[in-house]
């Protein structure tokens, strides 16, 4: 008797829990995508993968992906970590050689661009990791290149990735500031500059110390003055000019194995955040890279650049919206010389939209001052 009654005690004791709905496995995919899409940043996109299987299946359909990069490794870091050999990339010497020696602000771009490659932090060395065994282990932390990390994204479309800061040394008050557009080469690139950055309040002492700097105070017609050529201001916006194209260069040709593997790109972005460069590439663009050979320097590890023709602008002081002065602003507007003969009424957008404000402003500023040609050759 007592058996019998077993199986009703264990049902009381352990009652079967009720059926009830899983709302969220109700949302449809392409409701969790959109949300997936607005997050991008693949470190937390990675995190998602381990919530479920439905998640594992649904990441690598994102097509908005936003790379953060932690860290840039140089060769020095992965050589000691993995004994790889460093005269693969001969470019950091290279530079030093060729320009090291002329201006002390480009010296940084040498050391940024003898690093092996773009690094970011994966995970801490726990096995964590994405399994293939790829990544670089320096410090305990496993360190993946963009183009790994992205390589399970089979549909992306819209591609963002930041380095950690901008590849220029220059020095806490000098503005510096720089788009350019690709192809398979250079489209066009947009600088700007300023000595220094002052706030407005401090002007009138500016003012009336320096009444003799650049016509300070006095009046000014627009042209740049005779001591711009003498007190080495034009070598210096030419420093930041090449500093600039260089740095573009560079980051472009780094993008070379991304753009070859993910043909459904339709936008992708290189910056920093420092927001002192930035490479965009849109889909004609992208395209044209894909079907057209790259001219490119393997030994300094970037893109040549075409020879050039430039037009300069220049403001001893200019005031921004928000009520700080550009000392020295200047901007420049580079294009390659076989596109010269094109309409310049084009001229106006891709320059006026290179920078958001207040320095789009600057940028229409400037436009309206006296114009300055220059030229360049291909390096």
Known sequence: MISSLRPDLTTRIHPEPPHTVDHFDLLPDSLLLSILNIIGDVKTLGRCCVVSKRFQTLIPQV??????????????????????????????????????????????????????????????????????????QLGGVTHHSPTQVLKNFSDLRFLKIELPSGEL????????????????????CVMLGACSVIDKQNMQNLASSENSYDGIGGEDNGSIPESFYTNG????????????????????????????????LDSLVLTDADGQGMLCMNKEQLEELRVKPLSASSASKRTLVPALNMKLWYAPYLE????????????????????????????????????????????????????????????
């Open 63 to 136: 097509e908005n992906v936003v790379v953060r990069v932690d860290c840039v490794i140089s060769d020095d870091d992965a050589t000691s970590a993995s004994g790889i050999d460093k005269s693969r990339t001969p470019f950091s010497s290279f530079f030093r050689l060729v320009v090291g020696g002329i201006v002390k602000p480009i010296q940084a771009i040498g050391q940024f661009l003898g690093h092996k490659k773009l690094l970011t932090v994966g995970t801490n060395g726990n096995g964590n990791g994405d399994g293939d065994g790829d990544g670089e």
């Open 169 to 188: 040394g220059i020095e806490d008050d000098v503005l510096l500031k720089w788009r350019a557009d690709f192809g398979s080469t250079l489209d066009n």
């Open 233 to 264: 201001g034009l070598k210096l916006r030419v420093v930041w000019t090449i500093s600039s194209l260089i740095a573009a260069s560079a980051r472009h040709y780094l993008l070379q194995p991304i753009i070859s593997e993910h043909k459904t």
């Open 320 to 379: 921004l919206p928000d009520g700080r002065v550009l000392k020295g602003a200047t901007l420049v507007a580079i294009r390659p010389s076989e596109q010269s003969g094109q309409k310049e009424g084009s001229d106006g957008s891709w320059v006026s939209s290179a920078f958001e404000e207040p320095y789009g402003t600057a940028v229409r500023m400037l436009v309206k001052r006296r114009t300055y040609c220059l030229e360049m050759n291909s390096f």
